[in-house]
T-cell receptor
Framework: QKEVEQDPGPLSVPEGAIVSLNCTYS??????FMWYRQYSRKGPELLMY????GNKEDGRFTAQVDKSSKYISLFIRDSQPSDSATYLC????????????FGKGTRLSVIA | SAVISQKPSRDICQRGTSLTIQCQVD?????MFWYRQQPGQSLTLIAT?????????ESGFVIDKFPISRPNLTFSTLTVSNMSPEDSSIYLC???????????????FGPGTRLTVL
């Protein structure tokens, strides 16, 4: 079993739809949970991070972490064509001096 | 934040040859990470490079195949040696830094080097 599982998609939605992206993990030591966005031919960029369990909202994006279920989610409201990218979940045990463990990434297309 | 550049951005190489990828950061950093992103696969850590010490390699990756240099706090190179088609991948370097107003030590990524081995 991989440490982090993520459905690679692809996922195609119409503009304005609510998008739900998810990851599951097996290592209970993970404390930091990140979502990265990667546009074609670019490096990943951090979209949001969450420490431990709970919700975090930033504009149209909401990240949720359920440590009891080892399940994290990213919701995108009012999706836009500019949201079309690959979304990677990532996790780590601590903040700083530690590599990240990534999911495979979900390729999202938002159709105008 | 950190701005990272990589050279080359892409290359097509012949089997059995070697390619050295450069990573330049606009600020001094302690640790640099090298990742591989194969098609349909997650980013996989190859090694962690600290300035002034030997790189630390992850399981499945060895120094003879992926030698790394870290001559100073803003620069690193990764060499992919004796390449085979299985080495075709995107190679990314990454550094940590504090984002403005954040309490989280974020990882910043370079744009990647897209390698194709024939």
């Amino acid at each position: 079993q991989k440490e982090v599982e993520q459905d690679p998609g692809p996922l195609s939605v119409p503009e304005g739809a609510i998008v739900s992206l998810n990851c599951t993990y097996s290592n209970s030591a993970f404390q930091y949970f990140m979502w990265y966005r990667q546009y074609s031919r670019k490096g990943p960029e951090l979209l949001m991070y969450t420490y431990s369990s709970g919700n975090k909202e930033d504009g149209r994006f909401t990240a949720q972490v359920d440590k009891s279920s080892k399940y994290i989610s990213l919701f995108i409201r009012d999706s836009q064509p500019s949201d079309s990218a690959t979304y990677l979940c990532a996790m780590s045990r601590r903040s700083g001096n530690t590599p990240l463990v990534f999911g495979k990434g979900t390729r999202l297309s938002v159709i105008a | 934040s950190a701005v990272i550049s990589q050279k080359p951005s892409r290359d097509i190489c012949q089997r059995g040859t070697s390619l050295t990828i450069q990573c330049q950061v606009d600020s001094q950093v302690t640790m640099m990470f090298w990742y591989r992103q194969q098609p349909g696969q997650s980013l996989t850590l190859i090694a962690t490079a600290n300035q002034g010490s030997e790189a630390t390699y992850e399981s499945g990756f060895v120094i003879d195949k992926f030698p790394i240099s870290r001559p100073n706090l803003t620069f690193s190179t990764l060499t992919v040696s004796n390449m085979s088609p299985e080495d075709s991948s995107i190679y990314l370097c990454s550094v940590e830094g504090w984002s403005s107003g954040s309490s989280y030590n974020e990882q910043f990524f370079g744009p990647g080097t897209r390698l194709t081995v024939l």
